[in-house]
T-cell receptor, first 114, second 114 residues
Framework: AQSVTQLGSHVSVSEGALVLLRCNYS??????LFWYVQYPNQGLQLLLK??????LVKGINGFEAEFKKSETSFHLTKPSAHMSDAAEYFC????????????FGAGTQVVVTP | DTAVSQTPKYLVTQMGNDKSIKCEQN?????MYWYKQDSKKFLKIMFS???????INETVPNRFSPKSPDKAHLNLHINSLELGDSAVYFC?????????????FGNGTRLTVT
């Protein structure tokens, strides 16, 4: 069975500072990994995904994530936070033994301060 | 054009009532889902359908009955509503059931049971 752990339910960053959101997964084999963003009163929107190939994945809005198999991690970063990055971020895992059951982490709320 | 649209956006009703939520996707996707997001923002899959066929029923009470008249529509009917059913319900779709197909979410239906 797979699980997803997001470290930190709330993260506060200053505008212009680095955004780092942590995600670790447990899976018997390397899964497919996703980051989604949810703005207030909206559905989730895909930021980026890792399937195979290059372990550094670039997504929308300047975000990127690196798959590290040895650390079972898929941390999300953005070099310079913008006020519009304030939202809830979800890491998600899809494993070979449970296609169609996207397992979400508990989410991390990002607050950006001026 | 909204890719995944669900109605209504808000639903307030009393315990014991029966209600339905409708979902439509115009992306030409084969697979559709219902997810429940609780008050702590935790997302859990309820059902998935592939080409109108039920694939996943994730131990949801049988008061919840999904129906897929065609692959572009997935509706959710809830009988005998309970206080604990209060949540935001998200419809989503993906191109297929492959684990690397990202989900496209609707904007959610906020259900409040009083």
């Amino acid at each position: 069975a797979q699980s997803v752990t997001q470290l930190g339910s709330h993260v506060s960053v200053s505008e212009g500072a680095l955004v780092l959101l942590r995600c670790n997964y447990s899976s018997s084999v390397p899964p497919y990994l996703f980051w989604y963003v949810q703005y207030p009163n909206q559905g989730l929107q895909l930021l980026l995904k890792y399937t195979t190939g290059a372990t550094l994945v670039k997504g929308i809005n300047g975000f990127e994530a690196e798959f590290k198999k040895s650390e079972t991690s898929f941390h999300l970063t953005k070099p310079s936070a913008h006020m519009s990055d304030a939202a809830e971020y979800f890491c998600a895992v899809s494993a070979f033994d449970s296609w169609g059951k996207l397992q979400f982490g508990a989410g991390t709320q990002v607050v950006v301060t001026p | 054009d909204t890719a995944v649209s669900q109605t209504p956006k808000y639903l307030v009703t009393q315990m014991g009532n029966d209600k339905s939520i409708k979902c439509e996707q115009n992306l030409g996707h084969d697979t559709m889902y219902w997810y429940k997001q609780d008050s702590k923002k935790f997302l859990k899959i309820m059902f998935s359908y592939n080409n109108k066929e039920l694939i996943i029923n994730e131990t949801v009470p049988n008061r919840f009955s999904p129906k897929s008249p065609d692959k572009a529509h997935l509706n959710l009917h809830i009988n005998s509503l309970e206080l604990g059913d209060s949540a935001v319900y998200f419809c989503a779709s993906s191109q297929d059931m492959g684990g690397n197909s990202p989900l496209h979410f609707g904007n959610g239906t906020r259900l409040t049971v009083t």
